[in-house]
């Protein structure tokens, strides 16, 4: 595994697939094996929005963009945590991003977060890992946009962009997903459509609502562009505003508190799926609750009992 690791850091393509792979599938020869590598942190840009908002479109326009301003190497994960079977989304968004087949300066890479707990986090933050080592900056992750995902990228990224379109509902749905709150940055895409006004205003009330921030603690608005992702427009702007944010979190040094945000998170995330594991596993522990399921199957005790057993157990 230390091999296929180091295959990986020296920019093999074969190797990081495979890797990627093994990641997905929780692999903890190759997990502990990425765990000692030196891992680089590369910027890394979540988008999350709707479903049809255009987020895999106007990505890959974005992906045109930060190349031509420079980046070496950057990957794009498209994540879709409600199923690992629903091939239409993901798909769609091969399609959309077959104009950076040829480049080898792009890598996509499609995943599905099957039901950890913790949900997207698990799985992912192992996925962007592998993608950093092998060089890439940035790293995008794309949700497909339904239910906890929406919200859960910005665990994962420094800087979260928001796509919206100027369709019925969209901003009221936006409001009530909590989407807000995450955003950074805010693209109001299909602006080729009527009613981007009137959602920009929707949106303008939304980031009103959002708390204040504490005093002295530094206080960014989420810039708002309007792009036509199947047109190319308002890419560069796009593009300036999520600089900007980046440049904001570096300037104000909160690059570092975000890193250490996110290693408490995936502690969490990784203690709680250690420990569903240990309790069905064949260890002291899942031996130890087997006989407190017994006790409750058979009205011995109660569930609540059981439990406050099993973590006086651990006391000891
Ligand atoms: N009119 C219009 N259509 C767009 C625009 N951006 C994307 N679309 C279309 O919207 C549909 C959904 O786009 P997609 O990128 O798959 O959305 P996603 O589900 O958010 O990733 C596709 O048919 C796109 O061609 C836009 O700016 N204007
Ligand atoms: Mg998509």
Redesign the pocket.
Known sequence: MTDLISRVAAGDTRALARALTLAENRDGALLAALDLAARPSPWRIGVT????????????ALVRQLRDQGAARLAVVAVDPSSPYSGG?LL??RL?MAEHTLDPGVYVRSMAARGHFGGLAAGCEDVCDLLALAGHDPVIV?T??VGQSEVEVAGVADTTLV?L?PSAGDSVQALKAGIMEVADVIAI?????PGADRLEEDIKEGLDLRPHPAPGAAHWRPPIVR?????G?GIAELGQALAAHVAHLRGHNLLGAMASRRALARLDSLALEAIGAALKGDGALAQRFAALRARVAAGQATPRAAVAELLAGLDK
């Open positions: 929005g709707p479903p049809g908002a255009g987020k895999s479109t106007l990505v890959s989304a769609g968004d959309r794309e497909v946009g796509v379109t895409n299909k602006a080729d459509r792009t036509v992702a199947t047109q427009q």
